[in-house]
């Protein structure tokens, strides 16, 4: 059975401060990605040189990642 878009965005909403129910949401299916993504990806702490490198890496590796960060 499909959850309804308005239901799933509304659940993903409400974990927009759990990253780790976010990252389940994002892995559970297609269509929560880009939602879950968004939340995940809004802001961006970088500690050190080594995450710098890694974040950069996959902004590159992706079109969208890019425009998510605020």
Wanted: one cysteine or more; hydrophobic letters at 40%.
């Amino acid at each position: 059975p499909c959850v309804p878009v308005e239901v799933a965005e509304g659940v993903i909403d409400g974990l927009q401060d759990d990253h780790p129910s976010l990252r389940s949401c994002a892995l559970t299916c297609q269509a929560w990605l880009p939602r879950s993504r968004a939340h995940l990806f809004r802001t961006v702490h970088i500690l050190d040189l080594a995450q710098s490198t890694s974040l950069r890496d996959i902004l590159t590796s992706s079109s969208t990642l890019p425009q998510l960060i605020q």
